[in-house]
């Protein structure tokens, strides 16, 4: 299956989270940029309330689209150590990328929230939703900083997945669902028709409006 586009593949992914309706112990949380339209889409069709996670990938320096680990909030650091060993990036490498997303990520945190608080993640059950998974870093640099907040459950759901990825998170997280898993698999990008950036104002727009709208399962 192709995409039309993000909205599109939310709304397709919410028909594989049906269960997850109407519940008050329920929280969808995007990744930004791109995840955030696929969980307004789930969140919207499933009545519950929607948020971000904030993470960000470690790029190797000359080559940013191939990650070498993942950052998140609550200073969470996951590393790929065999691309890192592979490669030979120094710890030194290591610490400048990371301090420059970090940066990047607390822009993001402010510009984005507004002012609004960080929602309640102890003891709910929360949706983690991406556009997409190829090596699955970054989402999972958001399920450990997301576990260590003592959630009840974590689901990490996404339209298209590599196949190998989405059976590695099977032991990481509490559920997968991966809408679409093709092979090859090759990118993200190549299942959407529509696969343009999602800028910071579309963020900004979702995150309005999904905290003016007040879902069935919202406290």
């Known amino acids: 299956m192709t995409f039309h586009d993000r909205t599109h ?48 990938k470690l790029g190797v320096p000359g080559h940013e689209e191939l990650a070498m680990g993942a950052i998140a909030s609550g200073n969470v650091r996951v590393l790929n150590q065999e691309t890192i060993d592979f490669l030979r990036i120094s710890d ?23 002012g609004r608080p960080r929602p309640v993640i102890q003891d709910q059950t929360i949706i983690l939703v991406d556009d997409g998974l190829a090596t699955g870093s970054t989402m999972k640099a958001a399920a ?22 989405c059976q590695e998170f099977e032991a990481f997280v509490d559920e997968v669902v991966c809408a679409e898993t093709p092979s090859p698999f090759h990118a993200v990008g190549m299942w959407y028709e529509d696969f343009s950036q999602t800028s910071d104002q579309e963020v900004q727009r979702l995150l309005d409006e999904a905290a003016h709208h007040k879902p069935v399962g919202s406290r």
């Open 92 to 114: 030194k490498t290591i610490e400048r990328v990371a301090a420059e997303e970090e940066r990047e990520l607390r822009r993001r945190e402010a510009l984005y929230r507004g």
């Open 9 to 56: 593949a939310g709304r397709l992914l919410a028909g594989f989270l049906g269960h997850y309706a109407d519940r008050p112990d329920v929280l969808v949380l995007g990744l930004p940029r791109g995840g955030v339209p696929v969980a307004f889409e789930v969140a919207q069709e499933l009545h519950v309330p929607m948020d971000i996670f904030l993470v960000r």
């Open 144 to 165: 450990e900083a997301l576990r260590r907040q003592s959630p009840a459950r974590i689901v990490v759901a996404v339209p298209v997945a590599a196949g190998a990825t």
